[in-house]
């Protein structure tokens, strides 16, 4: 299984959440990512190209880590894994979810958004959780209260994180990496801009304050 130390530093502390309409383009929007020092996607399953999509990274591009994101159930974790995605990720902790991870030796990001759940998720062994949807339930002030009463667990916040508040959030001494799709959108997708992906990306992270 891939650790969590990879995941972080292969993420350059950004990780895209994509949502894509076709799995071609999938392999030249991680080039352009990884390009821009993005070795991390989350590809999530809101489209009938998602499974092709990661399937497509997976087999062309074994240097970039690739999940599968808004994973719901033991079939969507069970489709993803066989599809080749290197871990998965869901909006809330899902015992299903748990249990095919575990069966397949792949990595979890259980989602939270309360005290107890990221209590519950932590009790099953999980040190590295998403907060979600961050904006919505209480940003870095959650986090930051989070840290004081369980300082084992580190987050990746998801949910309204943008260019305006994600260094906000990297500045947190629990949080390693955030979750966006802002470096990721539509129009630039679907024009096949990838230089310009490239540069963002490129931009957005060299802002990283990494020690």
Not at 102 to 113: F, I, M, R, W
Not at 190 to 203: C, F, N, S
Request: aromatic share 6%; charged share 15%.
């Amino acid at each position: 299984m891939i650790d969590v130390s990879t995941f972080v530093a292969k993420s350059g502390g950004v990780v895209p959440v994509i949502t894509l309409n076709s799995a071609d383009v999938a392999p030249d929007l991680a080039d352009a990512l990884h390009e821009g020092g993005c070795g991390v996607l989350e590809i999530t399953l809101r489209t009938p190209a998602a499974l092709g999509a990661i399937q497509k990274i997976a087999e062309d591009r074994p240097g970039i880590m690739v999940g599968a994101g808004t994973v719901l159930t033991d079939q969507d974790a069970e489709a993803s894994v066989a599809a080749g995605a290197d871990f998965l990720v869901s909006p809330g902790f899902s015992t299903a979810v748990h249990e095919v991870a575990s069966a397949t030796d792949t990595l979890y990001l259980p989602g939270v958004a309360t005290v107890t759940e990221a209590m519950t998720a932590f009790s099953r062994g999980y040190t590295f959780q998403k907060l979600f949807p961050a904006e919505v339930v209480g940003g870095a002030a959650l986090i930051r209260a989070l840290g004081s009463v369980l300082p084992e667990v580190r987050f990746c916040p998801t949910g309204g994180i943008d260019a305006d508040n994600y260094l906000d959030y990297l500045a947190l001494s629990n949080v390693d990496v955030v979750g966006g799709s802002w470096l990721t959108p539509g129009d630039l997708v679907d024009a096949g801009k990838w230089a310009l992906v490239t540069q963002q990306t490129r931009e957005v992270l060299e802002q990283y304050p990494r020690s």
